[in-house]
T-cell receptor, first 113, second 112 residues
Framework: DAGVIQSPRHEVTEMGQEVTLRCKPI?????LFWYRQTMMRGLELLIYFNNNVPIDDSGMPEDRFSAKMPNASFSTLKIQPSEPRDSAVYFCASSFGRSETQYFGPGTRLLVL | DAKTTQPPSMDCAEGRAANLPCNHSTISGNEYVYWYRQIHSQGPQYIIH???NNETNEMASLIITEDRKSSTLILPHATLRDTAVYYC?????????????FGGGTRLMVKP
Protein backbone atom coordinates (compact mmCIF):
# COMPACT_ATOMS: atom_id res chain seq x y z
CA ASP A 1 0.00 0.00 0.00
CA ALA A 2 1.32 3.43 -0.92
CA GLY A 3 0.01 5.07 2.22
CA VAL A 4 -1.56 8.50 2.30
CA ILE A 5 -0.36 10.57 -0.64
CA GLN A 6 -0.14 14.33 -0.53
CA SER A 7 0.79 16.81 -3.22
CA PRO A 8 2.59 19.00 -3.65
CA ARG A 9 5.24 18.28 -1.04
CA HIS A 10 6.42 21.86 -1.09
CA GLU A 11 4.64 25.00 -2.18
CA VAL A 12 5.93 28.55 -2.28
CA THR A 13 3.50 31.25 -3.26
CA GLU A 14 2.90 34.93 -2.90
CA MET A 15 0.36 36.53 -0.64
CA GLY A 16 -3.05 36.75 -2.27
CA GLN A 17 -2.62 33.72 -4.48
CA GLU A 18 -4.84 30.67 -4.34
CA VAL A 19 -3.29 27.51 -2.96
CA THR A 20 -4.70 24.00 -3.42
CA LEU A 21 -3.39 21.07 -1.44
CA ARG A 22 -4.31 17.54 -2.44
CA CYS A 23 -4.68 14.28 -0.58
CA LYS A 24 -5.30 10.70 -1.59
CA PRO A 25 -6.25 8.56 1.44
CA ILE A 26 -5.41 4.92 1.84
CA UNK A 27 -7.75 2.81 -0.26
CA UNK A 28 -10.69 1.56 1.76
CA UNK A 29 -10.39 4.18 4.48
CA UNK A 30 -13.56 6.15 5.04
CA UNK A 31 -12.39 8.93 7.34
CA LEU A 32 -10.10 11.74 6.24
CA PHE A 33 -8.55 14.48 8.31
CA TRP A 34 -6.68 17.69 7.53
CA TYR A 35 -4.22 19.01 10.10
CA ARG A 36 -1.97 22.05 10.19
CA GLN A 37 1.31 22.23 12.08
CA THR A 38 3.23 25.35 13.07
CA MET A 39 5.92 25.99 15.64
CA MET A 40 3.65 28.30 17.58
CA ARG A 41 0.47 26.23 17.64
CA GLY A 42 1.65 22.67 17.13
CA LEU A 43 -0.64 20.20 15.37
CA GLU A 44 -4.20 21.40 14.88
CA LEU A 45 -7.13 19.57 13.34
CA LEU A 46 -8.76 21.68 10.66
CA ILE A 47 -11.55 19.48 9.34
CA TYR A 48 -12.51 15.87 9.03
CA PHE A 49 -14.69 13.90 6.65
CA ASN A 50 -16.52 10.65 7.16
CA ASN A 51 -17.75 8.82 4.08
CA ASN A 52 -16.92 11.92 2.02
CA VAL A 53 -19.13 14.15 4.15
CA PRO A 54 -17.61 17.00 6.21
CA ILE A 55 -18.46 16.26 9.83
CA ASP A 56 -16.62 18.92 11.78
CA ASP A 57 -14.93 21.98 10.31
CA SER A 58 -14.70 23.95 13.53
CA GLY A 59 -10.93 24.00 13.22
CA MET A 60 -10.93 25.78 9.90
CA PRO A 61 -9.36 29.17 10.62
CA GLU A 62 -11.62 31.35 8.53
CA ASP A 63 -13.56 31.62 5.32
CA ARG A 64 -10.42 31.75 3.29
CA PHE A 65 -10.05 28.02 3.93
CA SER A 66 -12.25 25.43 2.28
CA ALA A 67 -12.05 21.67 1.92
CA LYS A 68 -13.79 19.21 -0.33
CA MET A 69 -13.94 15.47 -0.74
CA PRO A 70 -15.68 14.72 -4.04
CA ASN A 71 -15.05 10.99 -3.74
CA ALA A 72 -13.55 8.42 -1.43
CA SER A 73 -10.10 8.66 -2.97
CA PHE A 74 -9.48 12.39 -3.17
CA SER A 75 -9.67 15.51 -1.06
CA THR A 76 -8.53 19.09 -1.46
CA LEU A 77 -7.79 21.89 0.96
CA LYS A 78 -7.92 25.31 -0.63
CA ILE A 79 -6.74 28.65 0.68
CA GLN A 80 -7.96 31.73 -1.15
CA PRO A 81 -6.48 34.26 -0.79
CA SER A 82 -3.37 33.01 0.97
CA GLU A 83 -1.59 35.04 3.65
CA PRO A 84 1.90 34.75 5.17
CA ARG A 85 0.40 33.49 8.45
CA ASP A 86 -0.88 30.45 6.55
CA SER A 87 2.69 29.23 6.21
CA ALA A 88 2.80 25.81 7.85
CA VAL A 89 3.00 22.10 7.19
CA TYR A 90 -0.37 20.66 6.24
CA PHE A 91 -0.98 17.00 6.94
CA CYS A 92 -3.68 14.74 5.65
CA ALA A 93 -4.56 11.55 7.53
CA SER A 94 -7.01 8.73 6.99
CA SER A 95 -8.50 5.93 9.04
CA PHE A 96 -10.90 3.05 8.59
CA GLY A 97 -14.22 2.68 10.32
CA ARG A 98 -13.94 2.53 14.07
CA SER A 99 -10.21 2.00 13.90
CA GLU A 100 -8.42 4.45 16.10
CA THR A 101 -5.27 4.39 14.04
CA GLN A 102 -4.84 7.40 11.83
CA TYR A 103 -2.29 7.14 9.04
CA PHE A 104 -0.65 10.40 8.15
CA GLY A 105 0.75 11.54 4.85
CA PRO A 106 4.16 13.15 4.46
CA GLY A 107 2.69 16.63 4.58
CA THR A 108 2.79 19.70 2.34
CA ARG A 109 5.17 22.42 3.43
CA LEU A 110 3.57 25.74 2.48
CA LEU A 111 5.38 29.05 2.46
CA VAL A 112 3.41 32.20 1.66
CA LEU A 113 5.62 35.20 0.97
CA ASP B 1 -11.42 14.63 25.98
CA ALA B 2 -9.08 14.67 28.99
CA LYS B 3 -5.91 16.72 28.80
CA THR B 4 -2.43 15.29 29.19
CA THR B 5 0.81 16.52 30.67
CA GLN B 6 4.19 15.40 29.35
CA PRO B 7 7.74 16.56 30.01
CA PRO B 8 8.89 18.73 27.12
CA SER B 9 12.10 16.80 26.52
CA MET B 10 14.06 13.72 27.53
CA ASP B 11 17.36 12.11 26.66
CA CYS B 12 18.09 8.41 26.38
CA ALA B 13 21.23 6.46 25.60
CA GLU B 14 21.15 4.27 22.53
CA GLY B 15 20.33 0.67 23.40
CA ARG B 16 18.76 1.57 26.72
CA ALA B 17 15.06 1.63 27.52
CA ALA B 18 13.29 4.94 27.02
CA ASN B 19 10.47 5.54 29.50
CA LEU B 20 8.18 8.38 28.54
CA PRO B 21 5.67 9.46 31.19
CA CYS B 22 2.26 11.01 30.70
CA ASN B 23 -0.16 12.37 33.28
CA HIS B 24 -3.87 12.31 32.56
CA SER B 25 -5.44 12.79 35.96
CA THR B 26 -8.84 13.82 34.58
CA ILE B 27 -9.23 10.76 32.37
CA SER B 28 -12.72 9.29 32.41
CA GLY B 29 -13.69 5.65 32.39
CA ASN B 30 -14.32 5.35 28.68
CA GLU B 31 -11.23 7.19 27.51
CA TYR B 32 -8.29 5.37 26.01
CA VAL B 33 -4.63 6.39 26.10
CA TYR B 34 -2.96 6.71 22.70
CA TRP B 35 0.63 7.33 21.74
CA TYR B 36 1.83 8.76 18.47
CA ARG B 37 5.27 9.97 17.50
CA GLN B 38 6.54 12.39 14.91
CA ILE B 39 9.98 12.02 13.46
CA HIS B 40 11.43 15.21 12.08
CA SER B 41 9.79 16.34 8.83
CA GLN B 42 7.41 13.38 8.76
CA GLY B 43 3.76 12.91 9.60
CA PRO B 44 2.78 11.53 13.01
CA GLN B 45 2.92 7.75 13.37
CA TYR B 46 0.67 5.63 15.56
CA ILE B 47 2.51 3.61 18.21
CA ILE B 48 0.10 1.99 20.63
CA HIS B 49 -3.06 2.51 22.66
CA UNK B 50 -4.75 1.00 25.71
CA UNK B 51 -7.63 1.36 28.16
CA UNK B 52 -6.51 -0.09 31.48
CA ASN B 53 -4.43 -3.16 30.82
CA ASN B 54 -0.81 -2.97 29.84
CA GLU B 55 -0.25 -3.35 26.14
CA THR B 56 2.71 -4.42 24.04
CA ASN B 57 3.35 -4.49 20.33
CA GLU B 58 6.36 -4.65 18.08
CA MET B 59 7.14 -0.99 18.66
CA ALA B 60 6.61 -0.39 22.35
CA SER B 61 4.92 -1.23 25.64
CA LEU B 62 2.31 0.85 27.37
CA ILE B 63 2.00 0.72 31.14
CA ILE B 64 -1.14 2.30 32.63
CA THR B 65 -1.40 2.80 36.38
CA GLU B 66 -4.22 1.13 38.23
CA ASP B 67 -6.03 4.42 38.82
CA ARG B 68 -5.43 5.27 35.13
CA LYS B 69 -4.25 8.75 35.99
CA SER B 70 -0.88 8.25 34.38
CA SER B 71 0.90 6.02 31.92
CA THR B 72 4.35 5.28 30.60
CA LEU B 73 5.42 4.46 27.08
CA ILE B 74 8.43 2.18 27.01
CA LEU B 75 10.76 1.77 24.07
CA PRO B 76 12.74 -1.25 25.26
CA HIS B 77 15.92 -0.71 23.24
CA ALA B 78 16.01 2.82 21.92
CA THR B 79 17.83 3.48 18.66
CA LEU B 80 18.88 6.73 17.05
CA ARG B 81 15.89 6.40 14.74
CA ASP B 82 13.58 6.67 17.74
CA THR B 83 14.55 10.32 18.14
CA ALA B 84 11.20 12.07 17.72
CA VAL B 85 8.44 13.98 19.45
CA TYR B 86 6.13 11.59 21.32
CA TYR B 87 2.51 12.56 21.86
CA CYS B 88 0.26 11.13 24.55
CA UNK B 89 -3.44 11.57 23.77
CA UNK B 90 -6.51 10.48 25.69
CA UNK B 91 -9.88 10.20 24.04
CA UNK B 92 -13.00 8.13 23.83
CA UNK B 93 -12.65 5.13 21.58
CA UNK B 94 -14.94 5.25 18.60
CA UNK B 95 -15.87 8.83 19.41
CA UNK B 96 -17.75 10.42 16.57
CA UNK B 97 -15.07 12.04 14.57
CA UNK B 98 -12.09 9.94 15.49
CA UNK B 99 -10.39 13.22 16.17
CA UNK B 100 -7.01 13.46 17.85
CA UNK B 101 -5.96 16.48 19.89
CA PHE B 102 -2.19 16.79 19.95
CA GLY B 103 -0.52 18.57 22.86
CA GLY B 104 3.10 19.63 23.07
CA GLY B 105 4.51 16.13 23.37
CA THR B 106 7.92 15.01 24.64
CA ARG B 107 10.94 15.53 22.45
CA LEU B 108 13.02 12.36 22.91
CA MET B 109 16.65 12.57 21.96
CA VAL B 110 18.43 9.23 21.68
CA LYS B 111 22.16 9.71 21.99
CA PRO B 112 24.95 7.34 20.90
Amino acid sequence: DAGVIQSPRHEVTEMGQEVTLRCKPISGHNSLFWYRQTMMRGLELLIYFNNNVPIDDSGMPEDRFSAKMPNASFSTLKIQPSEPRDSAVYFCASSFGRSETQYFGPGTRLLVL
Amino acid sequence: DAKTTQPPSMDCAEGRAANLPCNHSTISGNEYVYWYRQIHSQGPQYIIHGLKNNETNEMASLIITEDRKSSTLILPHATLRDTAVYYCIVRVWGNAGNMLTFGGGTRLMVKP
